[in-house]
T-cell receptor, first 112, second 111 residues
Framework: SQQGEEDPQALSIQEGENATMNCSYKTSINNLQWYRQNSGRGLVHLILIRSNEREKHSGRLRVTLDTSKKSSSLLITASRAADTASYFCATDTYYGNNRLAFGKGNQVVVIP | DAGVTQSPTHLIKTRGQQVTLRCSPKSGHDTVSWYQQALGQGPQFIFQYYEEEERQRGNFPDRFSGHQFPNYSSELNVNALLLGDSALYLC??????????FGQGTRLTVV
């Protein structure tokens, strides 16, 4: 069953704008990971945030985690056309085992 | 480091046939997981291999089986293929509680 649920499902923005996606989940987690997927190919790992962390940055990416609300957000700043992709959140509910439960994904289109 | 590699890239099979997909994990990783991704959906966990044993299994029938070799590479076998088995099959490798890295996937079409 799907654990993460991303919101919104589809997002269309202008190049240079920021894109924010949210993810909610139902059970306790060990960590939450965000992935990007281009045109139905493999998943590219973006960032991992552990359950005892609240915020993490990587380049133009900022991820927050609120375990009390069972939610996470991914912010992409200064978006580029190359950021056009599907973005998935995945939760790991088993410590150290990386059995990931994925949401349905967010389709992001960045218009040049 | 070649990362996670999967073969073949694409595959077309007839209903009722059997298929084997292959995965080589990222160097240093000892855990391999397989996922099925239907069109427009997120990946679904099939099973995970560690130390050549199936450690965890998702909600998939016994037609789906796998193997892990001493060099940590893995195979996914699907018997008695159904049209509904058409999907992108993704392999992921990891080490302990660190990030899971995915391969480019194998696109399986059952006709």
């Amino acid at each position: 069953s799907q654990q993460g649920e991303e919101d919104p499902q589809a997002l269309s923005i202008q190049e240079g704008e920021n894109a924010t996606m949210n993810c909610s989940y139902k059970t306790s987690i060990n960590n939450l990971q965000w992935y990007r997927q281009n045109s139905g190919r493999g998943l590219v790992h973006l960032i991992l945030i552990r359950s005892n962390e609240r915020e993490k940055h990587s380049g133009r990416l900022r991820v927050t985690l609120d375990t009390s609300k069972k939610s996470s957000s991914l912010l992409i700043t200064a978006s580029r056309a190359a950021d056009t992709a599907s973005y998935f959140c995945a939760t790991d509910t088993y410590y150290g085992n990386n059995r990931l439960a994925f949401g349905k994904g967010n389709q992001v289109v960045v218009i040049p | 480091d070649a990362g996670v590699t999967q073969s073949p890239t694409h595959l077309i099979k007839t209903r009722g046939q059997q298929v084997t997909l292959r995965c080589s994990p990222k160097s240093g990783h000892d855990t391999v997981s397989w996922y099925q991704q239907a069109l427009g959906q997120g990946p679904q966990f099939i099973f995970q291999y560690y130390e050549e044993e199936e450690r965890q299994r998702g909600n998939f029938p016994d037609r789906f089986s796998g193997h892990q070799f001493p060099n940590y590479s893995s195979e996914l076998n699907v018997n008695a293929l159904l049209l509904g088995d058409s999907a992108l099959y993704l392999c992921a490798s990891s080490l302990a509680g660190d990030e899971a890295f995915f391969g480019q996937g194998t696109r399986l079409t059952v006709v």
